[in-house]
């Protein structure tokens, strides 16, 4: 006799159980009418079927209208309210149980002793090289200049300022182009414009605090991701006496302070990605703060990419009078006559997104 194979199709429809009396939790009940509603289970059926259970729980209003909400049909509703009525005096249910949460991910682990040693050493050679690596440039520097009153930094604009930047054998020159998008005629000096500025963004700066010469304290301070690197953060101190940052009021009160701040070194290149720069002011100078922040980043000159200035922030005080100049750094190019070049209006600031920390993971 041969065995017979019998294939039983089902179909899609939602089945409702054909049991006299249905008891139910609330949780139950909750997860029965999600169900009906996804599947889209007629209306009445639903509600026939729930005419024939009995809750072991209290259902309440808040309950019954979150399901009202989610689709449930009006006769659907109309048996809800039923057992709602019907479970009044029962007990309500439990809290929902809370997942705990995922614990957080097990920080990076800090590098030892020589690891942080190595870095350091990679940093400092890449930053006394970087100056002769760079090739002849010109790029387009704009200055937003802001300042607040009240110390509360509730900023003004104060100006804009567009001057063409050029990088020739190692020497930085700031020519003055545009001032509030309206056209500088003649040959002025970037630094006769008065008021706040800042030079030396392109190696200078970098290549003072690693010279063995300024003896900079360095010590590793904590992990960082910055541009989607993950880099070291080293803090430093570089005393008064080996100091080569100025720092000049009104052209005419210049000091030299010692300065300290942070060093953001690419782990996996050894490139410096951000420096900060804190100014050790003595309390007889007219100013009380100077912080600079210097980003770099990646940018072309021809058919290369180099490790480049992309944005500082200068942020001064006196008193209650704060001062603060952002300034990008845009269109690097070749070194070509100055007829080549062209300035259009000032362009829209840098996202604040492209040069935010973001969490280390």
């Not at 909750?30 to 889209?40: A, D, G, L």
């Not at 039923?82 to 249910?93: F, G, H």
């Not at 990088?167 to 545009?178: G, I, N, P, S």
């Not at 009104?250 to 942070?262: F, M, N, Q, R, W």
Request: with cysteine; hydrophobic share 35%; net charge neutral.
């Amino acid at each position: 006799m041969r065995a017979k194979l019998t294939v039983l199709l089902l179909g899609l429809s939602f089945w409702l159980p054909a049991q006299t009396t249905t008891k139910m939790t609330v949780e139950q009940l909750v997860s029965f009418i999600h169900s009906s509603i996804e599947r889209k289970q007629a209306d009445k059926e639903v509600a026939n079927y729930l005419r024939k259970v009995t809750l072991s729980q209290r259902l309440d209003e808040a309950t019954l209208e979150e399901l009202r909400s989610r689709g449930a049909g009006p006769k659907t509703v109309e048996a809800l309210g039923a057992l709602r009525v019907a479970s009044k005096d029962l007990a309500a249910p439990p809290p929902p149980k809370e997942e705990p949460a995922a614990p957080p991910p097990a920080p990076m682990p800090p590098p030892s002793q020589a690891e942080q040693s190595k870095a350091l050493s990679a940093a400092r050679e890449y930053a006394l090289g970087y100056s002769k690596n760079l090739p002849n440039y010109l790029c387009t520097q704009v200055t937003r200049r802001y300042v607040d009153p009240s110390g509360t930094e509730y900023w003004h604009q104060e100006d804009v300022l567009t001057a063409r930047l050029s990088y020739f054998e190692q020497k930085e020159t700031y020519k003055l182009v545009m001032k509030n998008n309206q056209v500088v005629t003649g040959d002025v000096a970037y630094q006769s414009v008065g008021g706040s500025i800042s030079t030396g963004e392109f190696g200078s700066m970098m290549k003072e605090m690693f010279d063995p010469a300024s003896e900079a304290d360095f010590h590793w301070e904590r992990w960082g991701k910055l541009h989607g690197r993950i880099v070291h953060v080293f803090n430093y101190h570089v005393a008064q006496e080996n100091s080569r940052w100025h720092v000049t009021y009104e052209k005419s009160d210049d000091i030299v302070p010692g300065y300290h701040g942070l060093v953001y070194v690419d782990r996996d290149t050894s490139m410096v990605l951000r420096i900060v720069f804190d100014a050790e002011l003595p309390l007889t100078f007219p100013i009380q703060q100077v912080t600079d922040t210097l980003d770099y980043d990646l940018a072309p000159i021809g058919a290369s990419q180099f490790m480049l200035p992309l944005k500082a922030v200068l942020r001064m005080r006196q008193g209650k009078f704060l001062v603060k100049n952002e300034v990008e750094f845009r269109l690097y190019r070749k070194f070509t006559a100055e007829s080549g070049i062209t300035y259009d209006t000032t362009p829209e600031p840098l996202p604040e997104s492209k040069t935010q920390e973001q969490p280390v993971k």
